[in-house]
């Protein structure tokens, strides 16, 4: 049975996929009705780098959102970190068509179409286009300028574009498990939705996502996203540092950096505790959590060093208002605020707390921001282009998404 009510949300990780499904209320909120997760074995860095690997992952956290929600899905919002992603703002205008000067949510569709012409080079794709602020007959700083009467409406945005490899390589892969794409949304404006209260994001803050193969850093202002950056580095650098320390394997460095490790030297055990095998010896040896330490500590610094760099890249040398707000997987890891209020140089610097009624697993995070960015914002053009609902799962799917890229770029 399908129902289609619904939202549905995924982000295909270098971890893991996952899979978010909600009910839309009335009040704004939504029901999380079911959630899939699975490891993501087909990605590195945040890249594809295994098409039916991914594909399977895909399908596992689908199939297991749709047994906890008890129907199918058919179409998803998917969530898009920044790697590979340029913001270009731009200003689109029209003239207001009704008789009677009231603007009308065509007049906006228009004005964000106006918006979208850019030139861009060969290889990059529009991806999103997130509206500022729209003004009419010159009156700045209006939120939603349907209903108003003027003239001239213009529409200050955000042009979103991507390499065209690397995102269809994704739209692929969602596609060939059966799910057609009613969105693309960047998942810092998703999270932000989680994450950030309306104050911070007025006042500037950096959120922060430290995954397994990328550190996003997006610059929130005003109220808007203003910048975003993304370094191919991430937890899987740490543990693939422990591994080769300690002489262990991968998956073994990955449960004890999680259980023991820390970010910082002095706040890791001296005693050694922790029974380890080294490769290719039977000999149990016990190391210290500051032995541990000493592998990642370095790693953690050579991220926290890329996050100020691209700081300083955006204009801000110190840090906005609001400071830094970290999330992603990594946060988790004991001593990371100790570190970077060191590294970052300020005591402004907090760790995001997820907190949604049922839900456990913050790794679920993204995919609840995009369904409750979808529910609150309703991102009008894209769901009106891309969402036209199919019949069932199955060949054809590719070439409506084909479709709506080439309409976006026309
Ligand atoms: N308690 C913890 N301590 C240290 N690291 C942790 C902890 N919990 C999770 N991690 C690390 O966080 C990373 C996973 O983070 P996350 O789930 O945000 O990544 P992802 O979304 O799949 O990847 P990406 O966003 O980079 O594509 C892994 O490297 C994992 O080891
Ligand atoms: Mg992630």
Known sequence: MVKRNYIVGIDVGTAEVRVGLGEPRPDGTVNIVGLGLSPSDGVRKGVIVDLDKTV????????????MAGFKIESAY??????????????????????????????VERVMHAAKVVAL????????IIPREYLVDGFEGIRDPVGMLGVRLE???????????????????????????????????????????????????????????TTEIALFQHGKLQKLAVAPIGGDHITTDLAAGLRINHHRAEELKKEYG??????????????????????????????????????VQEILQIIREEMI????????????????????????????????????????????????NPAYSTVVGLLYYVQRYNPRMFIQERGRPTKKRGPGLWQRIRDWMTDIVD
């Open 121 to 128: 080079p060969m290889d990059r794709e529009i991806v999103d």
């Open 262 to 299: 820390s970010a910082l030297q002095s706040l890791a055990e001296s005693e050694p505790q922790i029974e380890i095998k080294t490769v290719g010896s039977n000999e149990l040896r016990l190391v210290s959590e500051r032995e541990l330490t000493s592998f990642i500590e370095p790693r």
């Open 313 to 360: 890249k955006m204009g801000w040398p110190y840090l906005p208002p609001a400071g830094v707000v970290l999330h992603g997987g990594v946060s988790s890891m004991k001593g990371i605020v100790e570190i970077s209020r060191q590294l970052l140089e300020s005591d402004q610097i907090r760790v995001a707390e997820f907190e949604m009624v049922g839900i456990q």
């Open 78 to 107: 998917l969530g898009l970190k920044g790697l590979n992603m340029e913001l270009i703002n731009n200003r689109g205008v029209v003239a207001v068509t009704a008789e009677d000067r009231e603007i009308r949510e065509d007049d």
């Open 56 to 67: 399977e992952s895909i399908v596992a956290a689908v199939e297991e959102a749709e047994r």
């Open 155 to 213: 529409v200050d945005a955000l042009v979103v574009s991507s390499l065209i490899t690397s995102l269809h390589n994704l739209l692929r892969c969602v596609n060939r498990a059966g799910i057609t794409i009613n969105g693309l949304i960047l998942q810092a404006m998703a999270n932000s939705e989680v994450y950030l209260s309306p104050d911070e994001r007025d006042l500037g803050v950096f959120l922060i996502d430290i995954g397994s193969g």
